[in-house]
């Protein structure tokens, strides 16, 4: 791999200057590329608008979901995929529906993914990024509603499935179920969080939703220096631990979630809940 400190041939494909990258801590991979040092494949191009909203939107093997959740996104905001590896149409699927694409070369996981993301959106200077998942379990039409949190002085707004509505804007359906996972999920995930909120001194709900919108500021504070995961499937408990070291203002809004129309999640229950404990106990070790 080349040196941090060579000049690299631009991140994104159909540039056709050179410029210099983020560096990285010694030893670590350089920013845009996998752990083997090849490139994302970029598709799509810079938007250029830094007075737009950055959609990111990491996915695996999401071919069948994708239309959906693109179809939904409200007007004048800009979509990132990041295609994980997908073996499936993930990548057209998401270029037929108007987004640009990053493809990594192999399944990283959606931590990985999302680090390419904040780096691409630090490179067209996007002052928000929202990220949700490619599944349609996050409603993008709740994307006004993070972004008007973070307007109050926030840095982080995560979006709860725990976090109660208030009475001047009611649950739209109070009727169903907020989150209709499974139910070993839906007994242990509130538990988690109250324990986790206590222990990390994080003021979360929800430390387990990957519905967040971010300022560009605290994306480049906590990853402007091009640095790879340490877990980079299992990245919340990462994620906050650096939130947590900088001093990031973060609050919440109440959401839903809607059940999956098509596939299975892509996390095993076991595995899934193994890697997050290790990113928990990273936190309690740094405090």
């Known amino acids: 791999m080349a040196s941090s400190r060579q000049p690299r041939q631009a ?3 159909g540039v056709n200057h050179l410029r210099r990258m983020p560096k990285g801590p010694p030893g670590a991979p350089a920013q845009g590329r996998d752990r083997s040092g090849s490139r ?5 191009d810079r938007f250029h608008t830094p007075d737009k909203i950055l959609a990111l939107i990491p996915a695996y093997n ?4 994708l239309p959906a959740v693109l179809s939904s996104l409200p007007k004048g905001v800009d979509v990132l995929v990041v295609d994980d590896g997908s073996t499936d149409r993930t990548s057209a699927v998401a270029r037929e529906g108007g987004a640009r694409v990053i493809s990594h070369a192999e399944n990283r996981g959606q931590g990985a993914a999302l680090l390419t993301g904040f780096h691409a959106a630090i490179e067209d200077r996007y002052p928000v990024v929202v990220e949700l998942d490619a599944d349609g379990q996050h409603d993008p039409r709740d994307i006004p509603r993070l972004t008007a949190k973070l307007r109050e002085g926030y ?3 995560i979006g709860s499935r725990y976090l109660p509505f208030p009475e001047e804007a009611p649950d739209p359906a109070p009727d169903r179920p907020r989150y209709a996972g499974p139910l070993i999920r839906r007994l242990l995930l509130p538990t988690f969080a109250r324990i986790f909120a206590r222990r990390a001194h994080i003021a979360t709900t929800d430390p387990m939703s990957g519905y967040r919108a971010f300022t560009r500021g605290i ?20 994620l906050y631990r650096k939130l947590q070291d900088i001093g990031a203002r973060i609050g919440e809004v109440p959401i839903r979630i809607h059940p999956r129309t098509h596939g ?3 996390k095993g229950f076991v595995r899934y809940g193994l890697g997050v ?3 928990f106990a990273s936190i309690l070790r740094a405090r």
């Open 155 to 157: 840095d982080v707004v």
């Open 11 to 13: 991140y994104l494909r």
């Open 62 to 65: 999401e071919a069948e979901c």
């Open 264 to 266: 299975k999640s892509k």
């Open 277 to 279: 404990l290790r990113g």
């Open 40 to 44: 994302p494949s970029v598709t799509g």
């Open 219 to 238: 994306i480049e504070k906590a990853f402007g220096n091009g640095e790879a995961a340490e877990e980079p499937q299992y990245f919340s408990m990462e």
